[in-house]
């Protein structure tokens, strides 16, 4: 049985949890609270596994991971029964390249070491915070929706009509993007895969609120 190290509300644990739902792989949850104030991250314990202390952390048999891009090609590769990249390898650059965009150039920016470092180190606001998170976002999926747009055809999903890698990163980032009051009427094509995502079992699984470790009034 696998075993997966996470906190409801982190967006690269999200990714896993879809990607593992999908493949339909049973996993044992391990929570790590991520709340400042208790960050269970920073904890002896935790770092003695993973030593950057952070989230998501996955234990298959004698391997173990960190980093949700790494974790999710290993389980490409080691559960390739159902695929979440093409077969094609042209299609496949271009699935990583939408993936990349949101596991490179927005996520990276907005996690939550970095909003802290942010208001500790520059002393910045609340409201300096949100403006900065929204930005990366909003610049991101502009980018994000016109590469869907150059696309020859629509489809339901990031590529075709299954859901795939591309959408096992975007579904979390339209979340977070909710959870902070990001304006999303701009991207249409976004808002609707998003919905189509979400409509699914996996992802119905995967979602933050449905977590054992989610508070049970959200
Ligand atoms: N590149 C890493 C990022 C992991 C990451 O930043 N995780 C966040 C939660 S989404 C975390 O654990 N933050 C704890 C902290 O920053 O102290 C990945 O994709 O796994």
């Known amino acids: 049985m696998l075993t997966l190290y996470g906190y409801f509300r982190s967006s690269a644990a999200y990714r896993v949890r879809i990607a593992l739902g999908l493949k339909g792989l049973a996993y044992k949850h391990m929570g790590i609270n991520l709340m400042p104030g208790i960050s269970e991250q920073k904890s002896e314990k935790y770092l003695a596994l993973n030593p950057q202390g952070r989230v998501p952390y996955l234990i298959d048999g004698d391997t173990a991971l960190s980093q949700s891009p790494a974790i999710l090609e290993y389980l490409e590769e080691a559960y390739p029964e159902i695929a979440l990249l093409p077969q094609d390898m042209h299609e496949r650059a271009h699935v990583r390249q939408l993936a990349s965009l949101i596991g490179c150039d927005i996520h990276p920016l907005n996690n939550l ?27 991101g999926f502009t980018a994000f929706e016109a590469i869907l747009a150059s696309r020859k055809a629509m489809s339901k999903f990031c590529h075709g009509n299954r859901p795939g890698m591309a959408d096992v990163y975007l579904v979390p980032q339209v979340w977070n993007a909710r959870r902070f009051g990001v304006p999303l009427s701009a991207f249409p094509q976004i808002t609707a895969i998003d919905a189509a995502c979400n409509s699914l079992d996996a992802f119905i699984a995967a979602a933050p609120e449905n977590q054992p470790d989610a508070p049970k009034s959200k």
Do not use: N, P, Q, R
Not at 115 to 136: I, N, P, R
């Open 113 to 139: 070491s970095v909003l802290g470092y942010l208001k500790t180190k520059f002393e910045a606001h609340e409201a300096d915070v949100t403006a900065w998170y929204s930005h990366w976002i909003l610049e």
